[in-house]
Nanobody, 131 residues
Framework: QVQLVESGGGVVQAGDSLRLSCAASGQTFNIAAMGWFRQAPGKEREFVATISWSGSTLIKYANSVKGRFTISRDNAKNTVYLQMNRLKPEDTAVYSC???????????????????????WGQGTQVTVSS
């Protein structure tokens, strides 16, 4: 099993930057990918970014954040980061990290973008962007 703890949220102004962190513990050797999702009030949780956990680095972004957000990982620290630049008020949401935890996956594995593909979730961290 895996435990995930996010940090780094806060209140910023439009145009500012924030970096979120997500530290994983437990059976991290079975993590296939780590993703970031967000949920704004009254909206469904949506995909933000994902990164493969080992081997070649595979990354995907939602179109709404492409070019502004950067996901990265530090396997030595079992941590994934989300660098968020040029933040907009519409980025305001609770950001959660999630782990796609598998005992077996093929060489053609691609990190998923669907929230149902992630079995472990952090508690979330609030990001508020004021205009």
């Amino acid at each position: 099993q895996v435990q995930l703890v996010e940090s780094g949220g806060g209140v910023v102004q439009a145009g500012d930057s924030l970096r979120l962190s997500c530290a994983a513990s437990g059976q991290t050797f079975n993590i296939a990918a780590m993703g970031w999702f967000r949920q704004a009030p009254g909206k469904e949780r949506e995909f933000v970014a994902t990164i493969s956990w080992s081997g070649s680095t595979l990354i995907k972004y939602a179109n709404s954040v492409k070019g502004r957000f950067t996901i990265s990982r530090d396997n030595a620290k079992n941590t994934v980061y989300l660098q968020m630049n040029r933040l907009k008020p519409e980025d305001t949401a609770v950001y959660s990290c999630a782990a796609d935890w598998r005992t077996l996956y093929s060489g053609s594995y691609q990190p998923p973008v669907g929230r149902d593909d992630y079995g472990y979730w952090g508690q979330g961290t609030q990001v508020t962007v004021s205009s």
